[in-house]
């Protein structure tokens, strides 16, 4: 009966299943609404909830309500966290937890192998329980209507024991829920329906016994609650005990809120089964009041069973079942099983299913990856499969060994706190990835290992130590009676109940590592690049680089989604383009992301790094690729300096071009006044010879007055035909320059000496004044013969005729010798005085005769003492004459010569 | 047949020249070194024509020209000399009133007969 019963249960849920699969096949999800994402997400409440929410409140009252209040509180309140989680294993097709640490941490193989060795460890407590569960209210619902207790079950062997066959039952069922068509998505539509299913079937069936406990066998809460009230030893369940104190509610309340997310059923469920993330929005709150409806009558089952069967012959873990038994409802107790069972299916279901999920693609595909001969199947889908079956086989049986080894004598509760704390210890390894960019790989590991080892040794030793499968004096007295080390009380950490003591230390552990490991490394490329990805949700990877063939990506495709689903992801890729020969990184990245949802994102990595030439993003490239980029930015800063330098190179043509116009200008002007200037002796010269010419008859004294006109005019011609020369060779540079050491006294008596005969003409005096001793000047004689010629002979010119006074004076100044001829002419206005040292400027306009001259002494006597090193200037003031000076540099020594 | 000619010119070799050369041919000369020089002269001298020349110190060659015939001296024979021989000086000092031009170094029979000429005209 209660087989047939338990069957055709089954069988009921698996036609929903069948049905919630169709339903997606076919396009109109079933599960598509946030209320079955709610109820799915109470597969949280197993049999143990069940079951041992009751014998947990038969013994510590409250003591059973921080593992509710714990979800309730991170769902309701920590919903962004769930929402980050969802968004990123959308984004990156994860497909499990271990997939979702490994894929954060650099894709790294060793740290999914290593999160899913810890689920598995850990979880295997938790199925245990629910085979005990399921395995002992079978074995009390047969014995109806006696009531038994479960240590009256006794032990039976293997072949004879319910709970193998249930497992073995358990196994087949979710291989044939979970493991029968290979999805990218990893999603089950037709689970999730049946265990939304299996949450109404657990709750109607709990509050059917509540309502029936507390108004059918007692008159309402009220009549219940006083009747406990009245029983001292239950009323002692009012108040906290020590035993779960305040410290043990903190734990459990922290325990059961990473266990929310953390089981690897519950992330199968509220991540990967995910149809869309609003869906959130609802089970915030209804998800939560679902376990407050759960709750309810877990203290008044409790009260009642402990006033039903006062004397504690009946396990009050089986109040639920047994209260109706004693009452003689038959068909409530059926109810009750099939709800248990519910509770305990739902459970295993969906936990063997993640659990196999990250065996498969987490464990065994990196290590098989690793030898050819697999990689090289033309079918890895089939494999993938076996090794899921394989392992839900697996689980399940090292579920029913642990119950046969260690489950007996423990509470459901304590058993299932055991797997809350494996699994809480991949919170900072999960969460600090979630938020904190410095976690590392290392670290992540480090974390984990710690964390797990107290575990193992904290928990998981001592429970089996209680079995006796390991001596009792390991947990008494630590091993080797190293009191220090006892694994209840480590390091003297006493007077916490075993749960809290194995979380404070685990935390401390795991935490310490995990940062302290994190910090001590630096974060290489592609953890940065992940890290990058999952703490700024919504970023792209764009630090990849490498390529492959079409042709290959497919192939590999192939090989996992069948040649259908290949061409179909291809094609759904390429967006109505044509498919390229070469993949580009975007391509490589969306097959990995395919891939990774058969396989998760290390395999996947490794499986697309067999096809693509791809070059590994160590922090060498991503230098080099900034590199690049810096180079780029060098480029365009050399060609904007380029281009700079072109504008100025450009201005400056266009100034030289100005400046060269402006010379041509000059130059024809200069031409022009040069042949004015050839022009005005030519024009004497001329007339008097055709004067000469044509009158012979002309005296003597005549005759010879036109010939020295022609003569002087002759000479005045040379003069200036030689200093136009002079000119033209000083301002080309091309003069040549005979430097050597000049005594400026010789220069003057010379110059003097020769111009002598020019002042006797013009009737003026010359003084000339001579220091004793005069230090040599480095300069060109001959040059500085001229500059002294053009000025005296300009002093004579200028001199009144007849009353001329010039005065030529010599001195040392500092590290020059300076010279000075001062005349007594009409000296220069000063607005004139700059206009004298250009060519064919004369002074003297409009006063009396027009002197003699070239127009070019004083032009070529200021090039040459510029280029001597010297200062050619004027001081006059119109009226009393002018002076003219220069100075040249005393040659390097002589300055005591 | 004497006329009364007026020398205009800042070189004094040339002014000689051109004294001689006039002379030679019967004229009453005399001269001026630059343009107020020969504004003054032209009033008081009064003469017949008057030999210009243009790169003159003060007030150039077109100047004195432009303003003797402002003054209305329009009976007055100008010739210029320069020896800026440039089309567009010959031009220019037609323009204002120049009645020939002869560029330095000219020729003494060309420019003497070229005087004839000028005063020939007139007759």
Known sequence: MIVAVSAGYLGLL???????????????????????????LAVYATSWTFYGSVG??????????????????????????????????????????????????????????????I?????????????????NTFRILRRYPDIVSTGELGH?????????????????????????????????????????????????????????????????????????ADDPDIAALYTLTPEVGYGGWAWLMVLSMLAIILLPRQWQIAVVENVDERHLTRAVWLFPLYLLAINVFVLPIALGGLLRFGDGSVDTDTFVLTLPMAERQPALALLVFIGGLSAATGMVIVETIALSTMVSNSLVMPLLLRSRAVAGRANLGGVILAIRRVTIVAVLLLGYGYFRVAGEGSALVSIGLVSFAAVAQFAPALLGGLFWRGGTRDGALAGLVAGFTVWLYTLLLPSLAETGWLPGRFVEDGPFGIALLRPQA???????????????????????????????????????????????????????????SVADLRALLERFLGADGARAALVAHAQGRALPEEADAGLVRHVETLLAGAVGTASARVMVASVVREEPLGLDEVMEILDEASQVRAYSRELERKSAELEAATAGLRAANERLTELDRLKDDFVSTVTHELRTPLTSIRAFSEILLDNPDLDAAERKRYLRIVAEETERLTRLINQVLDLSKLESGRASWQIGVVDVAGVVRDSVAETARLFHDAGASLDVQLPDALPPVAADRDQVVQVMLNLLSNAAKFCPPERGRVLVGVRTEDSVVRVDVTDNGPGIAAADQPAIFEKFRQGGDGLGDRPRGTGLGLAISRRIIDHLGGTLWVRSTVGQGATF????????????G | MGSRILIVDDEPNIVTSLEF????????????????????????????????????????????????????WDALKILMLTAKGREVEVAKGLAVGADAYVTKPFSTRELVEAVTNLLAADR
């Open chain 1, 14 to 40: 698996f036609a929903v299943a069948y049905y919630g699969d169709r339903r997606a096949a076919v396009g109109r999800s079933l599960i598509s609404n946030g209320s079955i994402y709610a109820l799915s």
């Open chain 1, 56 to 117: 947990r409140a038969a013994s510590t009252g409250v003591g059973f309500l921080p593992v509710y209040l714990g979800p309730t509180v991170m769902v309701a309140l920590g919903w962004f966290v769930l929402r980050k989680l969802i968004r990123i294993s959308k984004r990156h097709r994860i497909t499990s937890l271990a997939d979702f640490i490994s894929a954060r941490y650099g894709k790294s193989t060793l740290l999914g192998g290593v999160v899913t060795v």
């Open chain 1, 119 to 135: 689920a598995v460890v850990g979880i295997v407590p938790y199925i245990a329980l629910q085979l005990k569960a399921v395995s």
């Open chain 1, 156 to 228: 039976v062997p293997l072949l004879q024991d319910t709970g193998f066959y249930v497992a073995l039952l358990l196994a087949a069922f979710t291989i044939l829920f979970g493991t029968r068509h290979l999805d990218a998505t990893e999603r089950h539509e037709g689970m999730v329906a049946a265990i939304a299913f299996e949450s109404i079937v657990k709750l109607v069936a709990f509050l059917a016994v509540g309502a029936f406990v507390t108004f059918g066998v007692f008159a309402g809460f009220g009549d219940l609650f006083g009747q406990a």
């Open chain 1, 490 to 548: 480590l390091f003297g950490l006493d007077g916490l109940d075993p749960i809290s003591h194995a979380m404070v230390w685990s935390a401390l552990a795991n935490v310490g590592a995990y940062v302290g490991v994190s910090l001590a490394r630096r974060v290489d490329a592609a953890e940065r690049a992940q890290a990058a990805l999952f703490v700024d949700e919504g970023a792209d990877a764009g630090l990849w680089r490498g390529s492959a």
């Open chain 1, 885 to 896: 000076s220069f100075t040249l540099p005393v040659a390097p020594g002589g300055e005591e």
């Open chain 2, 21 to 72: 050369l006039m002379r030679r041919s019967g004229h009453e000369t005399a001269v001026a070194r630059d343009g107020d020089e020969a504004l003054a002269a032209v009033a008081s001298f009064r003469p017949d024509l008057v030999l210009l020349d243009v790169a003159l110190p003060h007030r150039d060659g077109f100047e004195v020209c432009q303003q003797l015939r402002a003054d209305g």
